[in-house]
């Protein structure tokens, strides 16, 4: 049978989404890397000696309290970034990206020819990016969530430290919801376009 437009534009954006994926896989794998050999620490040691030249709203220097504290705020975040880039579980949700996306591309070439195995591959890894995004997506909202707390560094007010987490706890809420209503959407879609009989006719041996 010959191949329909509908799975035609569906392998293409299967190879599409798939060398995304994988390519993401790889830059968060570089990334870690980078951050256990100690490229994170010497940014923040930049951080940290500028905060020597830091100045108040009203233009002067800060006192050296608030620069200690600002200091130990500066500190916990690093080691909060560089324990969660490094986390068994970050690396795990990474790895897991990256063979989704590989699945995606290798199911994406196999569409294109027609290949039944091609087909539950698509199925199969749609199932695997949902259950992958998903927990990537609440990994991340949590994170973020933990994050904001050390964030405000510069914050003197805190009437302004308390505005801006609300205002990013709004924006994190709002994204979460849109990540996963996106996910679900995509990956819903998918199973059901490959699910149809006309379409599962054209993967059909003969």
Known sequence: MRRSTGVTVWAVLLILGGGLSLAGSVVSSVVSGAMRGGAMEERFRQLDDQLSHI????????????????RAKLQQMRVKMEQFFTSPR????????????????????????LKGWARSLAIGQAIGALVVGLCSQ?????????????????????????????????????????????????????????????????????
């Open 90 to 113: 970050m690396q795990m949700l990474t790895g897991a990206h990256g063979i989704v996306g590989l699945a995606a591309l290798v199911a994406g070439i196999g569409v294109l020819l």
């Open 138 to 206: 609440l990994l991340m909202h949590g994170w973020q969530q933990e994050m904001m707390q050390s964030f405000a560094i510069g914050a003197v007010d805190p009437a302004q430290q308390q505005a801006m987490q609300q205002a990013f706890q709004i924006a994190q809420t709002v994204g979460l919801g849109l990540g996963i209503v996106f996910l679900l959407a995509w990956n819903g879609l998918l199973l059901w376009f490959f699910n149809r009989a006309s379409v599962k006719a054209q993967f059909q041996p003969g």
């Open 55 to 70: 100045k108040g709203t009203d233009g002067q220097p800060m006192p050296p309290e608030k620069v200690a504290e600002m």
